[in-house]
């Protein structure tokens, strides 16, 4: 019976070495983080270099769920860095309603009264809700950079100088007029083929390009108006790949700002950055194409 009984205890040791064949499992990972070459970089390597510059870019994938959970991360990790030093601009609130926005961060109106008289994105409360309460327990300013939907309508309706007609209460929302159009190469065959699609199918295609270079335009002027130390905005990849979009506008406004770009992309390998992407930004947040979105 000792002996059946030490067999046992030796089998029993011996199977926690042994490999069953076709049992072994690549853990699954949710984000990699790379920079502009594709060499894989760790959050913290991440973090030292962008809390370096005056303006982070971080351009997200709107509805990407890790996305928007490491955008509060990093936002916490600037913060701890920069301190009182350190404001948030963010592509999804428009200029016109900014005071609103600063009501709310200051408890000055409840957050029902916010939701109802911001004309809120659909996904705020799943993707966008967060950072606002973080900024708020914190007192962290938050810059509402976007031009008022309204205005970019008119434009992709009526072109660039249709502006001219607006109001100087109106044009206070938006960019100095008249902007240096500067065509984003990065976008604009999208933009041409949503021309070409639904409700833009009989808009020009050129107005539809300048009606994305004066949020362009409006976005870089608001964070020129507020930056002052460090400041991080959060926009939609387009505006910002390739250093194009938003940062050229930025440096007309206020030459010699340095920054950087995040940029989120979504691969089905995450175990290399794809080519295609090299180069577009200066970091990456490669996330799976399987991992769950938020509409």
């Given at each position: ?17 042994i490999?069953?064949?076709g049992t072994?499992?690549?853990?699954p ?5 790379y ?11 991440l973090?030292k270099t ?20 490491l ?9 701890k ?12 609130f ?17 957050g029902d009264?916010f939701?109802e ?5 659909p ?18 300013p ?6 008022p ?7 992709k309706?009526?072109?660039l100088?249709?502006l ?14 008249p ?6 190469e ?15 199918k009989?808009v020009?295609?050129?107005?539809i ?22 400041f991080i ?26 920054y ?6 979504r ?7 794809e ?21």
């Amino acid at each position: 019976m000792k002996m059946i009984n030490k067999l046992r205890l030796l089998w029993g040791f011996l199977c926690i070495f042994i490999v069953v064949p076709g049992t072994s499992q690549t853990q699954p990972e949710a984000y990699r983080l790379y920079d502009g070459k594709g060499r894989v970089v760790d959050y913290d390597q991440l973090v030292k270099t962008i809390a370096k510059v005056d303006v982070v870019f971080i351009g997200e994938i709107h509805n990407c769920v890790i996305t928007h959970w490491l955008e509060l991360k990093l936002l916490d990790s600037l913060y701890k860095i920069h301190g009182k030093k350190l404001k948030v601009g963010m592509e999804m609130f428009e200029s016109d309603n900014q005071l609103i926005l600063d009501e709310y961060l200051h408890g000055q109106i409840t957050g029902d009264r916010f939701e109802e008289e911001m004309r809120l994105w659909p996904n705020y409360s799943t993707d966008y809700a967060s950072l606002i309460s973080y900024a708020r327990d914190h007192n962290i300013p938050i810059v509402a950079t976007n031009i008022p939907r309204r205005y970019a309508t008119a434009v992709k309706e009526h072109g660039l100088s249709y502006l001219d007609s607006f109001s100087i209460e109106a044009k206070a929302y938006m960019a100095p007029l008249p902007i240096h159009f500067q065509t984003n190469e990065s976008v604009e065959q999208g933009f041409v083929l949503m021309g070409l699609m639904g409700k833009n199918k009989n808009v020009n295609p050129r107005q539809i390009a300048e009606a994305q270079a004066i949020k362009d335009a409006t976005m870089a002027w608001r964070i020129a108006k507020n930056l002052q130390e460090k400041f991080i905005h959060f926009n939609g990849n387009f505006h910002t790949d390739n250093h194009e979009g938003i940062i050229p506008y930025l440096l007309q406004y206020k030459p010699e700002t340095t920054y950087m770009v995040v940029r989120a992309v979504r691969q089905e390998n995450i175990l290399r950055l794809e080519d295609e992407y090299k180069g577009i930004a200066d970091f990456y947040i490669c996330v799976p194409e399987d991992m769950t979105i938020s509409y």
